[in-house]
C-alpha cells in the first residue's frame, strides 16, 4: 500500500482511544486525537484526515454537531460513527447527518480497519445491527411518500438481512452470485435512502424503539 | 406544637409587654400600625383591650423563639391589611355601640380562634413537615375542614339570630368583607410563598429518590461486578463473560424497557441470548427485526434456535456466533451463523447430528422447518423458518 490512509479518532474517553490507535496504528496514519466535539472540529479542520472515527455520544454535543460544522467546509472527510450506545434514534441521527457507516466498539481489529477502509473508499459500512435496523425501518407499515426512496428495493433487502445475518460483503457476492462492487452499490444505495428518505415512520420508529 | 418564630414577646421594639411589636413582627406589619390598631378598637368598645390581653397571653405561654429580623417584617401591602381589618372590626363594633357586646363577642371570638388556628398551621410549622403532614395527615386535614366548617356556619347562624334590620345588615357584610379582604392581602403573599415551597421541595424529593435509585442499581451491578473482574483478572474468558453480561445489563436497563419485552418473541430471543453468552463464554450478536407475541409457536422456534448456538458454541471454536430473527406478519425466520470449523455433512459425528436432527425435529412438531448447511472450514449456518404463525 502506496498510501497510508489518515484517520482521526474522536471519543471522549481517552483509554478507548488508546485502544483504538494501538489496534489500527500498524495499518493506518492517526493523525489527530479528540475528546470532544469543539477539539473535534478543530483537529478535524487542521489535519482534513480521510476519515474520521467518531464516537456518537460527546460531553459538548455529539457526533451529529461534528458532522454538521465541518461537512459543509470540507466535503471529502468521511465520518465511520463507533458507539456503545445502539439508541436507534443516536445511531440514526448520525447517519442521516453523513456518516458513511456505523460499528459498534466490540468490533474486532481487522474488522475496523477493513471499515476504515471501505468507507474511505467512499463505501457504506453497515453492521448488523445497522442492517437490522433499516430492515425494521423500512418495513415498518404505512404508505411511502417518494417510493423511490422510502422503500427498499427486494436486492437491496436480501442484501441487507444477509449483513443483518452477519455475512460480510464477499460472502454476500457468492451467495447472491453478483460482485463485489454490486453489493457495495446496493449498500451505498440504501445509506442514501436513509439519508434523504423523509418518511416519519422513520423518525417516529426511532423514538418508540430505543434498541437496535 | 411549635410557636411561629416570631410569636414572642419581650424581644425587640417593647414599649410595655412587647406584644404590639411581635404582632407586628408576626404579621409582617409595622409596630406603629399595630399599636394604632390597639387603641382604634379600645375607644371602639374596648375591644383592643379584649385583644391585647388575648395576644399577650397567648404569646406569653408560647414560649421564647427566635424573633423575626427587624428588616424582613415591614410590609406596606400587609399594613394595609391590618388597616383593613381593624376598620372591618371598627365598622361591627360601630353597629353594636360603644361597648362589650356578649352577644357579638362570641361569634367574633369563634372567629378569632378559627384565624388563629389557621395562622399557626401555615406559620408555625416548617415546610418540610408541612408537606410531610399534606401528604400523610389526611385524617387530620379532614377534621380540621369540619372544625372550620361548624365554625362557620356556628357564627353566621349566631349573627343571623341577632334579628338584625336590612341596614344593619348591609353594614356587617361591608364590615365581614372588609376583614375577609385584609385577611387575604396578609395571608396571600404567605399561601403563594408556602405553595411554592411546597412544588420545589416536592421536586427536590423525586430528584433524590431517582439518584438513590440509580446509586443502588449500580451499586448491585456495575460495582459488584467490576470487584470480580479484579479478583478474576486471571482469567481472560471469565473477565470476558462478566463484562459481556454487566453490559447487556446495563444497556437494557438504560434503553430497554423491561415491562413491554416480556411475552414478546424479540424479548424471549434476547433473553435466551443472553443466557447463551453466560453459559457457554461466547458473544452472541442478536440482531431481531420486528416483534409480535410469544406463543406456543414461536416459542418452538426461540428453543430452536437455543440449541443451535448450543451447538455453534460447543463445536465451531468460534467466540461469536451472529443471530438474525426476522419476524414478520405470519412467518418468522431465525437464523444462526458462526464463521468457524463448519463439518461435513455427509460424515458428521453421531453426537453432532444428534443436536441437528432435534433442532429439525422441534421446528417440524411447531409446523415449520430448519436447514443445516455447512461445510469444513466455512462455517455453519442453521436456517429456521416458522411460516404458520399467527400475526398480531
Redesign the interface.
Known amino acids: 500500500m502506496s498510501e497510508r490512509l489518515r484517520v482521526v479518532v474522536v471519543d471522549d474517553h481517552a483509554l478507548f482511544r488508546r485502544g483504538v490507535v494501538a489496534e489500527i496504528g500498524d495499518e493506518l496514519d492517526v493523525v489527530g486525537e479528540a475528546g470532544s466535539a469543539a477539539e473535534a472540529v478543530e483537529v478535524i479542520g487542521r489535519e482534513i484526515p480521510d476519515v474520521v472515527l467518531l464516537d456518537v455520544h460527546l460531553p459538548d454535543g455529539g457526533g451529529h454537531d461534528v458532522i454538521v460544522s465541518v461537512a459543509a467546509a470540507h466535503p471529502d472527510v468521511r465520518f465511520l460513527a463507533l458507539s456503545?450506545?445502539?439508541?436507534a434514534a443516536d445511531v440514526i441521527g448520525l447517519v442521516r447527518a453523513g456518516a458513511r457507516g456505523y460499528v459498534t466498539k466490540?468490533i474486532s481489529a481487522p474488522e475496523l480497519i477493513d471499515a476504515i477502509r471501505r468507507v474511505a473508499d467512499g463505501d457504506a459500512v453497515f453492521s448488523?445491527?445497522l442492517?437490522?435496523f433499516v430492515?425494521?425501518a423500512f418495513?415498518s407499515a404505512g404508505s411511502p411518500v417518494d417510493p423511490a426512496l422510502d422503500q427498499l428495493t427486494a436486492r437491496e433487502q436480501e442484501v441487507m438481512?444477509l449483513l443483518?445475518?452477519?455475512?460480510a460483503y464477499k460472502e454476500i457476492a457468492r451467495e447472491l452470485s453478483i460482485s463485489i462492487k454490486t453489493v457495495e452499490s446496493h449498500a451505498s444505495a440504501v445509506l442514501r435512502k436513509l439519508q434523504l428518505t423523509s418518511r416519519h415512520e422513520l423518525a417516529r420508529w426511532a423514538n418508540e424503539r430505543?434498541?437496535? | 406544637m411549635r410557636a411561629h418564630p416570631a410569636a414572642t414577646i419581650g424581644g425587640d421594639g417593647r414599649i410595655l409587654t412587647g406584644t404590639a411589636a411581635a404582632v407586628a413582627a408576626l404579621l409582617g406589619v409595622d409596630p406603629v400600625v399595630v399599636r394604632l390598631g390597639f387603641v382604634v378598637l379600645a375607644v371602639a368598645g374596648g375591644w383592643g383591650v379584649l385583644a391585647y390581653v388575648v395576644c399577650w397571653a397567648t404569646f406569653a405561654f408560647a414560649g421564647p423563639a427566635p424573633a423575626r429580623r427587624l428588616d424582613e417584617r415591614s410590609d406596606t401591602r400587609r399594613d394595609l391589611g391590618f388597616a383593613l381589618v381593624v376598620l372591618g372590626l371598627v365598622l361591627e363594633a360601630g353597629l353594636w355601640g360603644w361597648g362589650f357586646n356578649s352577644e357579638l363577642v362570641w361569634p367574633v371570638c369563634i372567629v378569632a380562634v378559627g384565624l388563629g388556628a389557621a395562622w399557626r398551621r401555615f406559620g408555625s410549622i416548617e415546610v418540610a413537615s408541612l408537606v410531610e403532614s399534606a401528604e400523610t395527615d389526611a385524617r387530620s386535614t379532614a377534621l380540621r375542614v369540619i372544625f372550620g366548617g361548624v365554625l362557620a356556619v356556628g357564627g353566621t347562624a349566631s349573627l343571623i339570630g341577632l334579628n338584625l334590620s336590612f341596614g344593619d345588615w348591609i353594614r356587617t357584610m361591608l364590615g365581614i368583607v372588609a376583614v375577609l379582604i385584609g385577611v387575604a392581602v396578609i395571608f396571600g403573599p404567605t399561601l403563594r410563598v408556602l405553595t411554592t415551597a411546597l412544588v420545589a421541595e416536592r421536586r427536590e424529593r423525586i430528584r433524590a429518590d431517582e439518584r438513590s435509585v440509580i446509586s443502588s442499581h449500580l451499586h448491585d451491578s456495575v460495582l459488584q461486578t467490576l470487584t470480580l473482574i479484579q479478583k478474576r483478572s486471571a482469567d481472560p474468558a471469565e473477565v470476558q463473560s462478566l463484562a459481556r453480561r454487566q453490559e447487556r445489563e446495563l444497556r437494557q436497563w438504560l434503553y430497554g424497557d423491561r415491562d413491554a419485552r416480556v411475552g414478546t418473541v424479540r424479548g424471549a430471543f434476547e433473553d435466551m441470548a443472553g443466557e447463551i453468552e453466560d453459559r457457554h463464554r461466547v458473544a452472541v450478536e442478536c440482531v431481531v427485526v420486528g416483534d409480535r407475541d410469544l406463543d406456543e409457536l414461536s416459542e418452538a422456534v426461540v428453543l430452536a434456535a437455543r440449541e443451535a448456538l448450543v451447538n455453534a458454541a460447543k463445536f465451531s471454536g468460534e467466540s461469536r456466533i451472529s443471530l438474525y430473527v426476522e419476524i414478520s406478519p405470519g412467518r418468522i425466520e431465525a437464523f444462526v451463523r458462526d464463521r468457524g470449523a463448519g463439518f461435513d455433512q455427509a460424515t458428521v459425528a453421531e453426537d453432532r447430528r444428534g443436536i441437528a436432527e432435534s433442532i429439525v425435529a422441534r421446528m417440524e412438531r411447531a409446523g415449520g422447518n430448519a436447514s443445516v448447511r455447512s461445510s469444513p472450514g466455512a462455517g455453519t449456518e442453521i436456517s429456521l423458518v416458522l411460516p404458520s404463525g399467527e400475526p398480531t
Do not use: H, N
Open positions: 456503545v450506545s445502539d439508541a466490540s448488523p445491527r442492517a437490522g430492515l425494521d418495513s438481512r443483518a445475518r452477519g455475512y430505543r434498541i437496535i
